[in-house]
Nanobody, 116 residues
Framework: QVEVVESGGGLVQAGGSLRLSCAAS?????????????IAWSRQAPGKEREFVAH???????YVVDAVKGRFTISRDNAKNTAYLQMNNLKPEDTAIYYC?????WGQGTQVTVSS
């Protein structure tokens, strides 16, 4: 069983930045095993469906959706069993609960609120 915990959310003004963290832990998790895990970030805004935001593969290849391209960056630190989502130039429409998925294990989410 892998536990996935997101952190780093909060309230920020439009144009500001946040860095979300996604930490994986559990008996089967080590730096070696974490390096083989695909990580994805998704978000769910109030009244909307959850939507995919970014992905980083085991080989560090990355992908972000067009809506956040140039503003969000996904990365990972395998030694810390942690992945990150750096969010710059935040917009009110980025307000959502952000979820991390490590392979098939989801976290509980972290709230990001962007005020105008």
């Amino acid at each position: 069983q892998v536990e996935v915990v997101e952190s780093g959310g909060g309230l920020v003004q439009a144009g500001g930045s946040l860095r979300l963290s996604c930490a994986a832990s559990g008996r089967s998790v080590s730096a070696r095993t974490f390096s083989t895990v695909d990580i994805a970030w998704s978000r769910q805004a109030p009244g909307k469906e959850r939507e995919f935001v970014a992905h980083i593969s085991w080989d560090d290849s990355t992908y972000v959706v067009d809506a956040v391209k140039g503003r969000f960056t996904i990365s990972r630190d395998n030694a810390k069993n942690t992945a990150y989502l750096q969010m710059n130039n935040l917009k009110p429409e980025d307000t959502a609960i952000y979820y991390c998925r490590a392979n098939s294990d989801w976290g509980q989410g972290t709230q990001v609120t962007v005020s105008s």
